[in-house]
């Protein structure tokens, strides 16, 4: 049988195809999950009449997941699907505000201290100390004051809104 490059081709082609699709099958894991509040300076001597805790409605959440959806578009439909999740599981988000970031788990948490990479990103410190990650972002959700929400992804010009009939909006 003689192979061309043709058939070469197409079957690396579908090999790829078929790595994608399992890839994109896999469950996304939830490693950790944090909430961090943005202080409002003004409040500083007192309580925000707005709000019983003293901060402003807007608030931070970083999520370290493993084996996020390779697409921008499988990303955004596996949040949107686990959303309800999110807030019963780990009260994410509760407020009229947020910011949402998913964070890649990489190679792993490593000790910030011990690190001579500047470029990681430090969640909640942990008993072992080993608390900080490569900045890999996957993705990125805004809500300001329960308006539509903002998605977008490192590198990226463009970014995705959720319109008031529920679809999804390329700007």
């Not at 925000?48 to 578009?73: A, K, Q």
């Not at 699907?81 to 407020?95: D, F």
């Not at 970031?101 to 500047?118: L, M, Q, R």
Request: hydrophobic share 35%; charged share 25%; glycine share 6%.
């Amino acid at each position: 049988m003689k192979v061309t490059k043709r058939s070469v081709f197409f079957s690396s082609m579908v090999m790829i195809f078929c790595a994608c699709l399992l890839w994109e099958q896999r469950p996304v894991t939830i490693i950790r999950a944090v909430d961090s509040f943005e202080y409002d300076p003004r409040f500083m001597h007192g309580l925000n009449r707005d709000s019983l805790r003293g901060f402003t409605d807007n608030n931070f959440y970083n999520i370290v997941v493993d084996h996020m959806p390779l697409s921008e578009w499988g990303r955004i439909n596996w949040y949107l699907e686990h959303k309800q999740v999110l807030k019963e599981k780990y009260l994410i988000p509760n407020s009229s505000s947020y910011h949402i970031t998913f964070w890649d788990i990489g190679s792993g948490f490593i000790d910030g201290n011990k690190s001579g990479d500047g470029d990681l990103i430090c969640i909640n410190k942990t008993e072992s100390g080993v608390d900080c990650l490569e900045k890999n972002l996957l993705l990125s959700i805004d809500l300001d004051k329960g308006r539509s929400e903002k998605f977008t992804f490192y590198d990226c010009e463009h970014y995705w809104m959720v319109m008031p009939d529920r679809r999804l909006k390329l700007f």
